[in-house]
């Protein structure tokens, strides 16, 4: 069994999912700024069909189905699915809200074509292997019509090259009981970013969670992968510190912790 069938993230996404959902918790409050730079990016028009892959919890799909979207959540994790569904029941009680569904993004099962398509908070870049990311990206090119375009957001290696650091959460912070010590390790050999977390209770070991590697593509690579997958006109964008930016930006290589990608289909 290769890596990418037992990938580090189903353990982490399942295993001690009360902490990374706190830390879920820091980055929800940018949602809404992301769902406008998204609409803007990617010049979406009211109803069309929007793909959200690697969707999580569902916090873009949710707030694009709010503004009048079709949209489509896509994740392999059936508990995320789950608080996605959840929290759209939650919040429109009575409407038929996204459509989820449970898939592996590199053989996404799906009805129809998109018009536009989403990977947001480096849900692209999980898998060891690039030929995977190319097999995502090709299958996405297949679903997307007449130039659709593919949004990303990556994080921005130059940036985290020099910002790896080591954050601690005291009890409060985080977790109720918990210390929780999070750092970010850059490997420039492999262009991963790497996320350790450890959380230290006032009983018992510390619990170490699965380390989070994400392959951090810079300018160049990301329009070499897209190119091969048959994307054309590959634009890349800068966030503004972590917030989404409010315009299209050239990316910061110091500034901007995210890289904001669109790229058109040439189905
Ligand atoms: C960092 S989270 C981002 C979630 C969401 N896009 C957001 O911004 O909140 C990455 C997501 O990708 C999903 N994922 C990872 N590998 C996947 C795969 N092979 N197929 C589908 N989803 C996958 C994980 O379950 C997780 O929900």
Do not use: K
Not at 122 to 132: E, I, K
């Amino acid at each position: 069994m290769s890596s990418s069938d037992s990938p580090w993230w189903a353990e982490r996404y399942s295993r001690l999912l009360a902490v990374d959902r706190a830390f879920g918790g820091e980055i929800d409050g940018l949602a809404e700024e992301q769902a406008d730079f998204i609409e803007r990016l990617a010049a979406l028009r009211p109803g069309e069909r929007i793909l959200d892959l690697g969707c999580g919890a569902g916090r873009h799909s949710i707030l694009l189905a709010e503004r009048g979207y079709r949209v489509v959540g896509l994740d392999l994790s059936a508990d995320l699915l789950a608080e996605a569904r959840a929290a759209w029941a939650r919040r429109h009680p009575d409407q038929p809200g996204p459509t989820w569904v449970q898939a592996d993004m590199r053989r996404p099962d799906l009805d129809g074509a998109h018009e536009a398509c989403i990977a947001m908070d480096h849900s692209l870049g999980m898998f060891d292997d690039d030929a995977d990311h190319l097999e995502v990206l090709v299958a996405v090119g297949d679903r997307l019509s007449g130039g659709g375009p593919l949004i990303l957001e990556l994080m921005n290696p130059y940036f985290w090259a020099h910002h790896a650091e080591t954050r601690h959460y005291p009890p409060g912070a985080l977790a109720a009981d918990a210390h929780i010590v999070r750092s970010y390790r850059f490997d420039a050999d492999r262009g991963r970013i790497e996320d350790h977390v450890t959380v230290f209770r006032t009983e018992g070991p510390p619990e170490v969670m699965p380390v989070q590697s994400l392959r951090a593509w810079t300018p160049p690579e990301i329009r070499a992968l897209l190119s091969a997958a048959g994307f054309q006109d590959v634009e890349v964008y800068g966030s503004d510190g972590w917030r989404a930016p409010t315009e299209p930006r050239p990316l910061d290589p110091v500034h901007s912790a995210w890289m904001w990608v669109r790229a058109r289909s040439t189905g």
